[in-house]
Every structure is written in C-alpha cells, then in structure tokens.
C-alpha cells in the first residue's frame, strides 16, 4: 500500500523480457473521491494503457520487446487530499516458445496458480472494502452520538425555560 500525495504521482517499473506476461491491479482504499490516474508504459514511452479517475482497476500486458515498463498512480487532479492506493503486480513470466509441449501436470500447476492468485486479489480487495465501510460505519457513530448530546441539551434547556416561565405564572404580584 503506499500514499500519493496531493498534486503528486507515483512511478515504479518492471524489467521485463519479450513475450513475459504482467498484469497490475490497484484500488484506492482512503482519500478524496477515492480516485486516482494510472498509466502503463512501455520502454519507449507508448501509453499502453490509461485510466483517469476510477478507484479500482485491472490491466493486464504481454510485453512486445524487452526492456523496462513503468506504471504510475496519479494524485495530480487532487491539490488537498492524499489517497492510499493498493496495488498488486503478479504474472511476470518468461514464456517460451516450448509452452505447447509442456506436461499436463504443469499446466494444472499453472492454472492452479493463476487461480490461486486471483483468490489472493480478491481477498486484498475486500479488505481494504470493509476497511473503508468501517470507517464509514464510525464516523456515522461518532455523528450520532453528537447530535443525541446536542439534542439532550437543548431539551435540558427547554425544560428550564419551561419551568422559569410556568413558575412566573403563579407568583402573586401585589401592588402596594
């Protein structure tokens, strides 16, 4: 999980070789309108694949030439709030040419494993969801619970006025 400051953006790269297969997947867990921008470029600068402002996504990539491909979280729409953004890469493997002769032992493994990986995303993804909702659930407690104190107040009051002003009914006033 890392934070991208207000007005700021976030690269990282991975050094990739042809035909290896990467696949990025983000979520924005707190800040603003829990929104970000993400980019995914290849060695020479190519934007394979943009989002503006969404909170969760997923790109996947099978790498054309080898070299170095950057992925960056944007925050630069924001100038106030920061946002926290989880963000996974998996699948960088070299896949060679002798894939279509592997055994079927190995390729249960590898399903198994994509399988298994997408359980893991799925599972990152609900946390920082209930994290969200939970905080949610605690700032409407915490309003809750202010406005039933102000009210209380306010009756405390009234009742006083109440009081104060039914008593001025039966004062007996004389005039000397």
């Not at 609900?126 to 309003?143: N, P």
Request: net charge negative; glycine share 4%.
């Amino acid at each position: 999980m890392i934070e991208v400051a207000a007005s700021r953006k976030e690269c990282f790269f991975e050094d990739l070789h042809e035909h290896d297969q990467m696949t990025v997947t983000y979520q924005v867990g707190e800040g603003g309108h829990l929104d970000i921008d993400f980019w995914l470029t290849d060695p020479e600068k190519n934007v394979l694949t943009k989002h503006i402002r969404e909170s969760t996504g997923t790109t996947s990539i099978t790498a054309e030439k080898d070299g170095r491909y950057e992925y960056c979280f944007s925050n630069q729409m924001s100038t106030v709030a920061d946002k926290m953004v989880s963000f996974n890469v998996h699948g960088i493997i070299y896949v060679s040419d002798e894939a279509d002769v592997t055994a079927p032992v190995e390729r249960e493994i590898r399903s198994l494993a994509i399988g298994l990986t997408s359980v893991k995303d799925e599972q990152e993804y609900i946390v920082v969801r209930e994290r969200r909702h939970r905080d949610t659930a605690e700032s409407t407690c915490d309003r809750v619970k202010w406005w039933s104190v102000l009210q209380a107040f306010v009756l405390f009051a009234v009742v006083a006025w109440q009081v104060y002003y039914l008593k001025s009914f039966f004062e007996v006033k004389r005039v000397i």
